[in-house]
């Protein structure tokens, strides 16, 4: 699923401009690179498609990862971004709470949530999927300015 243009507006405002941003899902048409290229980051975008696959590629120089991973290996996502020890902000549905493994992976170390009033919405298939069930925030490592925020998608 891919992620619009209004679900990445709002973590712009806490990425510091003179960081490097790894968008480790993303081609050059997802809306994370182009917003923040947009927004005059300096941006590297990576994607499986083009034989760099998260879990065995890293750039050689970057300090935040701020993307839209799948929601499938959740865990080994988030495994693989804490062992950076770099700042992150990942898109996640919230029911990933309910589960054990964010309390695991984040007992010793702080979870920031950049949560909305709004379900955001996804583009699957080339349409944008109306009937999500579930809301998304953003979950952050060493980014936000406390552990949760709460904002509107859409202001």
């Known amino acids: 699923c891919l992620t619009l243009d209004y679900?990445?507006?709002?973590i712009i405002k806490y990425i510091p401009k003179d960081k490097i941003i790894w968008c480790p899902f993303d081609t050059k048409e997802s809306e994370f690179y182009k917003q923040f290229?947009?927004?005059?980051y300096n941006v590297i975008q990576s994607h499986i498609n083009d034989g760099k696959d998260f879990?065995?590629?890293e750039p050689d120089n970057w300090d935040i990862i701020v993307s839209n991973p799948p929601f499938t290996n959740k865990r080994k996502i988030f495994e693989r971004a804490l062992s950076f020890n770099k700042p992150f902000a990942l898109i996640m549905s919230n029911t990933w709470l309910n589960d054990s493994a964010?309390?695991?992976?984040f007992k010793d170390k702080d979870l920031q949530l950049l949560m909305f009033e709004e379900r955001?919405?996804?583009i699957?298939?080339?349409?944008i999927n109306n009937k999500i069930t579930f809301s998304s925030s953003?979950?952050?490592?060493?980014l936000l300015p406390k552990q949760i925020i709460m904002e509107s998608l859409f202001k």
Do not use: D, S, T
């Open 124 to 127: 699957n298939n080339g349409e």
């Open 138 to 142: 953003y979950f952050c490592y060493n």
């Open 37 to 40: 290229k947009n927004a005059g």
């Open 120 to 122: 955001m919405k996804f």
């Open 102 to 105: 964010p309390k695991k992976l």
């Open 55 to 57: 879990y065995q590629y």
């Open 7 to 10: 679900a990445v507006k709002p």
